[in-house]
């Protein structure tokens, strides 16, 4: 506190010293203003400046030792005072709070793990961006993006792996751009990146390329090599929107695009894309019901030896939908897998498989697709072991297919898996050979019963000599590793010779025997 009249200063006390660092002497050469940075501006004196400070305080800065600006609140009431009024003025230090007010204001614009602006702090910084491209008749574009296989990463390692790689992600992207780009974090695993201004669209999708490259490279989290990719949505703006918020959306539905169209992609917005993304969330909706509802079914394609007898059937979803007819697999699986819906579809296939195939004769086994995400989010083992305890089949009769997808996503997991699957008797199959990157090192790796040699290679090999050349070294190959061997996708006669002459095990497709209902499935059966 201190005591003045006509602004220079006649008394204070001990806590203005100590901020001001003065001593009594010096402080009562000076006049009010003389201790506030900037004075009191266009006022003249402590009256004027300070009035009315009774319950409104004032904000200004006191000068401190060296100079230092000091953030205060400042009261002030005329009192009488020897001979005459004075003006008593409070001072209080507000460095502590006004530190905790920004601190605050930080958090609310800022993601506290990685430090990233955001979704707040982003929608202001964008709405500035989109006002100045209007102003001056200039594009700026926005890129949406994705993690891809993060939630596995999750899943598998805890979340604080997941935590760490969010951040290490956050500095690759950092990386890739330039001062004037800014990088936000929406949560979980979106991100948003906002170009300033750029020529063309072409400027972002070469971005976008560069943020997925930066990914190709693994990170190291709890002594393990995990591996993430990202899909990238683009919109221009003002040209896919003239508001924050609907430039986000388009470049989310662009981004949603890149999904599902195979990840690790990057799309630019285009009119229409709405309707897609509308389309695909009313059938995920309708899945949910569907399953609440158990209206799907499951069809059954027969396998066959080389004496075509039937050995087996795969048992293959299918959706009867009561308004857009049979939905294709190649639909519905995808959404599946991307809603996390492919872990009760999945565990429902296998029991109700399971539960038709016990009611088979004993020769006829009965193969069911496992999925990454099946692989990832439950105990497979645990629950093979009690479906094959309800239903009462026989573990040899199963066959599980796995793909090298779901073998990639934690190579000492899933060799576990296969491992202990096998240890309850029943038999393991890799699906789609020939398509992946390291077929090779599995076959070596794992202890498989069979491969299934992919469709597209059986589809060329009558017109194809190199295709040709891969099945049968395949055939040859796997049989030396004691494997049985599969081709799917039969369609013609000329095909069915060359397999069967060349030694194949056992055939599958539409030639032989298309998916079928149960009751079909049986009855064919009880005429072999």
């Not at 918020?245 to 695009?257: F, G, P, W």
């Not at 934690?410 to 992946?436: C, E, I, Q």
């Not at 202890?447 to 469709?455: A, E, T």
């Amino acid at each position: 506190m201190l005591i003045s009249r006509d602004n220079v200063v006649m008394d204070a006390n001990q806590s203005i010293l100590e901020m001001t660092g003065l001593d009594l002497n010096d402080i009562k050469l000076l006049k009010v203003p003389d201790l506030f940075a900037g004075g009191f501006g266009e006022k003249k004196d402590t009256a004027s400046a300070l009035a009315d400070r009774v319950g409104a305080p004032e904000q200004l800065e006191l000068l401190g030792p060296a100079g230092r600006r000091i953030p205060v609140e400042v009261l002030s009431r005329e009192v009488p005072y020897v001979d005459g009024q004075a003006t008593v003025v409070a001072i209080r230090d507000v460095t502590e709070r006004k530190a905790a007010e920004d601190y605050i204001r930080y958090l609310a614009m800022h993601d506290t793990l990685t430090s990233l602006p955001n979704r707040r702090g982003l929608e202001n910084v964008l709405g500035q961006v989109i006002e100045q491209a209007l102003r001056n008749g200039a594009e700026a574009a926005v890129l949406g993006l994705d993690l891809d296989g993060f939630k596995a990463v999750n899943d598998s390692l805890g979340h604080h792996a997941g935590d760490m790689l969010l951040k290490e992600v956050a500095v690759r992207f950092q990386a890739q751009l330039r001062d004037a780009d800014y990088l936000a974090r929406l949560g979980g695993d979106e991100f948003v990146i906002v170009l300033r201004s750029v020529a063309s669209v072409d400027d972002a999708i070469q971005l976008a390329k560069r943020l997925i490259a930066c990914l190709w490279q693994p990170f190291t989290l709890a002594g393990h090599d995990v591996y993430v990719g990202v899909s990238i949505g683009v919109a221009l703006c003002p040209r896919d929107g003239e508001t924050a918020q609907m430039v986000l959306k388009n470049a989310d539905i662009a981004m949603y695009q890149a999904k599902i169209k195979g990840k690790g992609q990057v799309y630019e917005f285009q009119a229409g894309m709405e309707t897609a993304v509308r389309e695909r969330h009313d059938l995920e909706l309708d899945l949910r019901a569907a399953l609440g509802r158990h209206e799907l079914q499951i069809y059954y394609q027969p396998l066959f030896d080389v004496s075509g007898n039937i050995t087996g059937f795969e048992a293959l979803a299918r959706w009867p939908h009561p308004e857009r007819g049979m939905i294709p697999p190649d639909r519905f699986i995808p959404l599946a897998e991307e809603t996390g819906l492919i872990v009760p579809l999945g565990e429902w296939v296998l029991k109700t498989a399971c539960t038709v195939a016990a009611g088979w004769q004993s020769d006829i086994s009965i193969a069911v697709n496992l999925s990454p995400t099946q692989f990832q989010r439950v105990d497979l083992v645990n629950v093979v072991m009690r479906t094959l305890e309800e239903t009462g089949l026989e573990p040899a009769r199963l066959e599980l297919e796995v793909t090298e997808t779901l073998l990639m996503e934690d190579v000492p997991k899933a060799l576990a898996l296969v491992r202990d699957l096998r240890a309850l008797g029943v038999r393991v199959a890799l699906d789609d050979f020939g398509t992946g990157y390291s077929s090779l090192a599995y076959l070596h790796n794992f202890p498989f019963d069979k491969v299934k040699v992919d469709r597209s290679f059986i589809n060329k090999i009558t017109n194809d000599p190199n295709a040709w050349t891969i099945v049968e070294s395949i055939i040859v190959m796997s049989h030396k590793l004691k494997l049985r061997v599969t081709a799917e996708g039969i369609e013609t006669g000329a095909q069915l010779s060359m397999l069967t002459e060349h030694g194949c095990d056992e055939m599958q497709g539409f030639l032989l025997g298309r998916p079928m209902p149960e009751i079909q499935a049986s009855t064919r059966i009880s005429h072999t």
